[in-house]
């Protein structure tokens, strides 16, 4: 086991690493990844770039996404470095299997809430839940050990916490986080960063948050707004599942929600869930009675039975929440 004050040594003398986020990556999982990447390839080691999913379309843009593969490499590289995957069952069910038999060092960044002793499992553990972005856990990272950022890093690292954060909106933004922006902004542009993300929507996308929200169902008196998307509704528009992620917020936004539930059909009777909440409701802790996990303001679970199901379940489990706390 490398020990974390020896992890600048381990870096310095490995030739091959590997860096990888969690299925379906996120703003955060991409930018914090590619961050990494960068870091490796300029110091001139062989660096596998891996995702089991395609990255989303409004982060391509960032320096580097054309390197992502989702085929292992055939030689095991000297260090692994999951991003964002405090549940390494989410990197994918090949690496996962590599991963549980592994001799060579892991090493996770991540900033969601862990529920169980992942020590176990990785060798060294860069965890805060207190931080806005998995991001900040990199960037800390580079600071502490003194390794150079670069304008590509730089960008990269800034996008995702531009992302995880909202725009710095969500409960989740610091001080910590205005503070990194500020020493990164200097190679970036905050317009070019901010539309690529939010202002490039295709047609299909617009028309189909359109029936999203149409079709938004209140229940728990208000307190919880659920919606789901079909696999029909995807194909109609020839959209994937990193189309919809932001549809959520609109669920959120009504007045009086606590809880917004995003149900995205993966088979039939079978949906992957996305929480987002507002307010004093703790997503991560609902998501992970389901099974699942996340952090406070954004989580998610894998459900199996019908949409209506699911909205009966939901309006049982919220009258069990205090909303006081």
Partial sequence: MIRKHDITAAITAAKSVLIAGHENPDGDSVGSSLALYHLFRNRGVVTTLYSVDPYPYNFLFLPGTGDVTQTLPA???DIYLL????????I???LYRLLCTTRRPKILFDHHVVYRDLSSFFDVLFIDDAAAATAVLVYRFLKEFSFPITREMALCLYAAVMADTGGMRYASTNREAFLMLAELVDHVDPWEVAAQIWEEMPEGQLRL???AIASIRLVAGGKAALFQITQEQLRRYGLGPDHIDSFINYARAIKGVELAFRFREIAPGCY????????????????HAFGGGG????????F???FEDACALVEKVMCRVDFAH
């Fill in 75 to 77: 030689e095991e590289p």
């Fill in 83 to 90: 991003v964002d995957a405090g549940a390494p069952q989410r």
């Fill in 92 to 94: 994918g069910d090949d």
């Fill in 209 to 211: 948050l359109g029936e």
């Fill in 272 to 287: 992957k869930v996305s929480i987002r909440s507002k307010g004093a409701v703790d997503a991560s802790r609902i998501a």
């Fill in 295 to 302: 952090h406070r303001n954004a989580a998610g679970f894998t």
């Fill in 304 to 306: 199996a039975g019908t």
